[in-house]
């Protein structure tokens, strides 16, 4: 018997033989991103329910099953594209809110952060509800970014 996502009850991550997947959902990883070392189409199986922005995907090579974030991604078809486009805005965070659980003002500053989290959250596919600061100059970090310094600082490391 499997659950929804089609994984056995065994814990092994394997895909129940009779779980039929989209086969026009796959992508192909960016190169050395595949945790499991192989090439070819993988495919979308829907939310894992780990972490916002997470997918839960398929492996036909090794036969596994696997989450992964759309930044990971290398190509795609257009149906995987607009998929993953509508996934990320089902799962945009809620605005910031005040004491009385009202949305900020979009001039707030916390309002600010928030969106342009966002806009990055459709880029990266990553969400991390900590406040966060660069740990080189103590920037704070948006929410989606994925890297432990800001932009400015890691563009100085190079």
């Not at 659950?3 to 990883?29: I, M, S």
């Not at 495919?43 to 759309?70: D, E, L």
């Amino acid at each position: 018997m499997s659950n929804e996502l089609g994984l056995t009850n065994g814990g092994d991550n394997k895909l129940d033989e009779n779980f039929n997947y989209d086969k026009e959902l796959w992508f192909t990883f960016k190169k050395g991103n595949c945790g499991f070392d192989c090439d070819g189409k993988h495919y979308i199986i829907g939310n894992p329910h780990t972490f916002t922005g997470r997918i839960a995907a398929y492996c036909p090579k090794k036969n596994v099953f696997f989450n992964m974030s759309f930044e990971e991604i290398d190509t795609m078809p257009i149906t995987t594209e607009y998929w993953i486009k509508g996934y990320l805005s089902g799962n945009e965070p809620s605005p910031p809110v005040d004491e009385e659980n009202d949305v900020l003002p979009a001039s707030h500053v916390d309002y600010i952060h928030w969106e342009e989290s966002i806009e990055l959250f459709h880029k990266t596919g990553y969400w991390n509800s900590d406040d966060r600061n660069c740990d080189i100059c103590d920037k704070r970090l948006l929410y989606s970014w994925t890297e432990f310094d800001c932009e400015d600082c890691l563009n100085q490391k190079k």
